[in-house]
């Protein structure tokens, strides 16, 4: 689905009003405020429109290079759970050409949907699908997918990173997802398909690529990690302040 053309200047947004609902993910009730710092990974301070200044937990652990910018707009959610310490959690952030979710929760539990509505060929044909499932050396797979004896190993990744057009993943040199692309290999030497799934969660994209200028040894893995096996498949998202969706296979260059 192509999302709405925005007037210059303003970011994407997209029309989910058709949209089966089994397949999008619903935002809860979003606040609207100012992003003032981000500091110490999991921490934002925000102002709201009423001037309060509220602490957020920010789930991501990347950098969130280029989409952490004092001064954007930004859509917290609120929770009132008495076990929380901090009751907003930011969810969005609004850059000049699209939207950009930063919690890095929404990818698992979309592709997973995804996957579930058939909206995704490539990872059809599966029985069943389970979430964080242990395997290898002390790892937990995102997504296993199995049938009649298959084993689809899929290990989702949150994009956010876009310059010009073009996705990259890693914002921040990474050991976990370098890991996790060994672990893949292994897999597949067992008899397994393995598969990594890049979800770009902004709408301002047009192919994917790795990060050489950030980490250059994840580019040399995955690229190591193509060549013996595993497969790689990189999405995109439409979303407005309602929802958000998976939407277009994105090419990638390696």
């Known amino acids: 689905m192509k999302p709405k053309k925005a007037p210059p200047g303003s970011p994407r947004v997209a029309d989910l009003s058709t949209i089966d609902d089994s397949a999008c993910l619903k935002w809860p009730r979003l606040i609207r405020g100012t992003l003032l710092r981000r500091y110490k990974r999991f921490l934002a301070d925000v102002k709201l429109g009423n001037g ?47 939207l950009v979710g930063v919690n890095t929760i929404v990818p698992n539990r979309l592709t ?3 996957i579930a509505a058939g909206n995704i060929p490539q990872l059809s044909g599966y029985d069943s699908i389970r ?3 242990t395997y290898g050396e002390n790892s937990r797979i995102d997504l296993l997918l199995e049938n009649a004896g298959e084993r689809c190993f899929v290990e989702v990744k949150n994009c956010t990173l876009v310059t010009d057009g073009v996705a990259c993943f890693p914002d921040a040199v990474t050991s976990r997802g370098l890991k996790h692309l060994v672990e893949l290999q292994a897999q597949v030497r067992q008899g397994h398909r393995a598969v990594m799934f ?14 050489d200028h950030i980490d250059t040894e994840y580019g040399k893995e995955l690229r190591r990690a193509i060549h013996n096996g595993v497969e790689i498949l990189v999405y ?19």
């Open 236 to 254: 995109d998202v439409s979303m407005n302040l309602q929802g958000i969706r998976i939407n277009c296979k994105l090419p990638h260059k390696l």
């Open 131 to 133: 979430s964080e499932v």
């Open 112 to 114: 997973k949907a995804a």
């Open 198 to 211: 890049y979800l770009v969660q902004r709408m301002d994209a047009g192919i994917f690529q790795p990060a």
């Open 52 to 98: 309060h200044v509220v602490t957020a937990h920010c789930p991501n652990s990347g950098s969130m290079l280029a989409c952490c910018e004092p001064g954007r707009p930004v859509y917290l959610s609120h929770h009132k759970s008495p076990k929380r310490k901090l009751k907003y959690t930011w969810e969005l952030i609004e850059m000049p050409l699209s």
